[in-house]
């Protein structure tokens, strides 16, 4: 008898999962369809929102056909999303601009502006987003000094899963999940918090009505119905973020439990019954449901770091590594865990792209410190890679100061793809690490909170038997003093450099 699936949509920054799943969690099927990233300036980052919508349609139409081929029925579907964007619309749903996403930092300084400011460090308090550009309240205060015509003709300012749902369903509903994310949502009353609306400039009206993760859309526009091959009456869940979908994928529903994602970015979460902020606005607090919240820290610098190392300082054996069809990064870790922990002695902040969490600075820089003459390649090599596992350590520590002790962690991502990399993380931490199938982590979470509001579950934490460990490894208290040591001087470089990194 062939199985119901649920679909897990994962709109992503640079692409668009679909993802079918079984009751048990095991992928039937997946696609997924790429789009660019426009930057017409140094500062800016948006995308086509209709290149995104079609890239939505494309890949649920994929994965629908091959799940009608196989004589599967699809029960429903539900949306994970990338946080931050940001779309001023017209009366008629028409985007006025592109979608300015996460990465845009043209608002530097209204974000810097904010942060400084006692109604800024108030508003982050009661939002428990971070004051930084890739937040929509300062995106929004750039686009009313920047482009009056635009913000004073807007209809709505949505984000891109707002924009999807718009146009398939003709309404304007915002997730818990996003709008938490977004610097203008109360965590505390579920409601657009009126401090953060005024200094935005805008009124509630301008933006979508919030609804929670498990809220299901029945009445599909005729034609995407068509077009999808599925009745208008399919069930759509509205779902969650991608930061809270992960760990809800990764079966991190418990106090203590953390999941630590390093792709080309990074970051830590844990998930709580309440919300939390930091004083010293180091983390963000999103919402995942009513009863759930995730508390971490996002970073800019994960995997990225180490491609840029690749390509500017083995560049001859990367091309090498192309020509024999080897995989260049099984030789950059066999050529780091040559050298010792520690590096010698050597230390490397890794703010090559500014920095998110704990420091929230788009103007830091990366360097290396303690540098010695003894010191080789592969000494650089290894302290750069330590050095991106010291600023998920600095984010973690953070949480823990706000939400209690972290007591195990599950690791996914790119990295996880290197066992020296994942032994460090362990270490470092000085915590069991478990590497988990997990389905395409977000994709994976949104089929779960799909199926918990379609009442296929009971509760969230009934998913927790999908998840699978696979691999767990274990701290080394030795070494963890080793790492201590260097963590000592990568936690007292950035205030020591901070002033420097804002001279031209």
Not at 452 to 478: H, N, W
Request: charged residues 20%.
């Amino acid at each position: 008898m062939k199985q119901e699936a649920i679909i897990g949509m994962d709109i992503g920054t640079t692409s668009t999962k679909a993802v079918a799943f079984d009751s048990a969690g095991n992928v039937l099927c997946q696609a997924a369809v790429e789009y660019p990233i426009i930057s017409t300036q140094p500062s800016y980052a948006e995308q086509d929102p209709e290149v995104v919508l079609q890239a939505v349609l494309d890949a649920f139409r994929s994965v629908s056909s091959r799940l009608n081929a196989a004589g599967h029925s699809i029960g429903g579907a539900c949306f994970s999303s990338a946080m931050h964007s940001l779309i001023a619309v017209d009366t008629q749903g028409k985007a006025l601009t592109n979608c300015i996403i996460w990465a845009d930092t043209r608002s530097m300084e209204q974000a810097a502006d904010l942060k400084e400011s006692v109604i800024g460090h108030d508003v982050y308090l009661h939002t428990g987003t971070p004051l930084h550009p890739m937040s929509p309240l300062p995106k929004l205060c750039w686009l009313r000094e920047h482009e009056p015509l635009i913000f004073q003709s807007a209809y709505k300012f949505i984000g891109i899963k707002e924009y999807v749902f718009f146009r398939l369903f003709g309404e304007y509903k915002i997730d818990y999940s996003i709008a938490s994310a977004t610097g203008l949502f109360n965590i505390f009353s579920f409601e657009w918090h009126t401090d953060a609306l005024e200094l935005a400039g805008i009124t509630a009206d301008k933006l979508s009505e919030p609804v929670p993760s498990d809220h299901v859309f029945r009445h599909l526009a005729p034609a995407y119905a068509t077009l999808l091959g599925i009745p208008a009456t399919l069930p759509f869940v509205i779902g969650a973020s991608d930061g809270c979908l992960a760990n809800l994928g990764s079966n991190a529903v418990r106090p203590g439990d953390a999941v630590v994602t390093i792709g080309t970015s990074g970051a830590i979460r844990v998930m709580a019954k309440k919300p939390a902020t930091d004083k010293k606005e180091r983390i963000f607090s999103y919402i995942l449901t009513e009863e759930r919240f995730v508390l971490g820290g996002a970073v800019n610098n994960g995997g990225v770091v180490l491609r840029w190392f690749r390509d500017n300082f083995y560049s001859s054996e990367a091309a090498a590594a192309l020509l024999e069809q080897t995989d260049v990064y099984d030789l950059l870790n066999k050529k780091a865990a040559a050298v010792p922990a520690g590096a010698d002695g050597l230390v490397f902040l890794p703010y090559l792209l500014g920095e998110r969490a704990p420091i929230w600075d788009p103007l830091a820089k990366a360097c290396f410190f303690g540098v010695e003459y003894n010191h080789t390649r592969e000494h650089f090599l290894r302290a750069l890679m330590e050095g991106v596992i010291f600023g998920m350590y600095s984010v973690g520590l953070a949480l823990e100061q706000t939400v209690g002790p972290v007591t195990a962690i599950y690791a996914n991502g790119g990295f996880s793809r290197s066992s020296l990399w994942v032994q460090m993380l362990a270490d470092v931490f000085n915590k069991e690490v478990h590497l988990t199938d997990t389905h395409e982590g977000s994709a994976f979470g949104a089929a779960i909170m799909g199926m918990y509001a379609l009442g296929l579950i009971s509760d969230l934490e009934e998913a927790k038997d999908m998840v699978r460990v696979k691999q767990t490894y274990v701290p080394d208290p030795q070494l963890h003093a080793r790492y201590m040591q260097n963590y000592a001087q990568f936690d007292a470089l950035y205030p020591i450099l901070k002033d420097g990194f804002r001279k031209e």
